[in-house]
């Protein structure tokens, strides 16, 4: 609903019709109509690889601009040669809560080569586990949501 909203404001504001367009609705119906139809010049998808495939198999069909980012959940590598410094902990840290996770790019995963695996999960899991903490959860049982990420400054970028 909050887009819907952002629109009424962005009418009230004066912005002409057409220049953006909110469409709302199930995706396999609205979608594969967008994708399909014949003034639309570009598709973007952002979502699941088996839906992203029915996607651009309707724009392909009507020789579109495509752009898809599907599957999601990026993951981090660390080769044998890397240091599992401060930095590296914290930038994994950021990557997947930044934005309380709801990011395309989101680094949920990392791969650590099995050299330096022990140490390298030990201090991710110990700074995960610091930072996941907070004097209200020890003291109520509270667990900070995405409001509470957000106002964390160390996670943004």
Do not use: W
């Not at 930044?98 to 330096?116: D, P, T, W």
């Amino acid at each position: 609903m909050s887009i819907l909203y952002v629109m009424k404001i962005f009418k009230e504001a004066g912005l002409p019709d057409g220049v953006i367009n909110i469409v709302t609705g199930k995706g396999s119906v609205i979608g594969n109509r967008l994708a399909a139809h014949p003034d639309i010049n570009k598709v973007s998808f952002t979502g699941s690889t088996p839906t992203g495939q029915t996607v651009g198999k309707a724009a392909i069909e009507g020789m579109k601009h495509l752009t898809l980012e599907l599957g999601g959940k990026s993951a981090m590598i660390a080769f044998e040669d890397a240091r599992i410094s401060d930095a590296i902990v914290e930038g994994a840290r950021a990557s997947v809560f930044f934005n309380a996770g709801q990011v395309c790019s989101a680094g949920s995963r990392l791969y650590v080569h099995k050299e330096i695996y022990p140490p390298g999960h030990r201090r991710c899991a110990g700074r995960l586990t610091e930072r996941g903490r907070d004097r209200r959860s020890a003291q109520s049982g509270y667990h900070p949501g995405p409001a509470d990420l957000q106002k964390d400054s160390s996670i943004r970028s």
